[in-house]
């Protein structure tokens, strides 16, 4: 099993549209997360921390479950400039880890 | 405050040749993590590293990779012997020391191409 698995993707959404992205990690002693986003051939940019109240910047809003090692992102009233690929990151005493990321793409 | 500068941007190289990635830190960063991106792929874990140590290795092949970061200097990652699957994007970030739930900064990252 990966140490962190994220949606296949890619997802293809009109704008306007909700659309979620789910990530699953193995390690149960990870004690910290975060979504990146990768624009095509750019390096990836930190887009929030997960906290495990939830928490919410503008139209992104992310959740942790500890107790099913699940983290999500939420994009609400997507944009053309989301289109991205996400990418899930778990930490765990400064070791971070990747998932391979799911790609999006917001079309008019 | 620069950010992690990376260098090269790009590099070629022909199979048998060595390729040298340096990636410098950000300021008072003493965490330095290796990933590589192959095109249409994820980021893959390859090393972490903080001064003089390596901490975790278990993402960087055994034969012909190598990686040091220096009391002095930049981070190194060395690939000995080249071939042609070494061709990838290949990304350094950093964090502060000691913190958690830390954040990454990502240089630019070195295009390897290899002829």
């Known amino acids: 099993r990966k140490e962190v698995e994220q949606d296949p993707g890619p997802f293809n959404v009109p704008e306007g549209a909700t659309v979620a992205f789910n990530c699953t990690y193995s390690?149960?002693?990870?004690?910290?997360f975060f979504w990146y986003r990768q624009d095509c051939r750019k390096e990836p940019k930190l887009l929030m921390s997960v906290y495990s109240s939830g928490n919410e910047d503008g139209r992104f809003t992310a959740q942790l479950n500890r107790a099913s090692q699940y983290i999500s992102l939420l994009i609400r009233d997507s944009k053309l400039s989301d289109s991205a690929t996400y990418l899930c990151?778990?930490?765990?005493?400064?070791?971070?880890?990747f998932g391979a990321g799911t790609r999006l793409t917001v079309k008019p | 405050n620069a950010g992690v500068m990376q260098n090269p941007r790009h590099l070629v190289r022909r199979r048998g040749q060595e390729a040298r990635l340096r990636c410098s830190p950000m300021k008072g960063h003493s965490h330095v993590y290796w990933y590589r991106q192959l095109p249409e792929e994820g980021l893959k874990f390859m090393v972490y590293?903080?001064?003089?140590?390596?901490?975790?290795e278990s993402g960087m092949p055994k034969e012909r990779f190598s990686a040091e970061f220096p009391k002095e200097g930049p981070s190194i990652l060395r690939i000995q012997q080249v071939v042609r699957g070494d061709s990838a994007a290949y990304f350094c970030a950093s964090s502060p020391q000691g913190q958690g739930n830390e954040k990454l900064f990502f240089g630019s990252g070195t295009q390897l191409s290899v002829l």
């Open positions: 590293l903080q001064k003089e140590n390596i901490i975790d």
């Open positions: 390690n149960s002693a990870s004690q910290s």
């Open positions: 990151v778990v930490e765990n005493n400064n070791d971070m880890r």
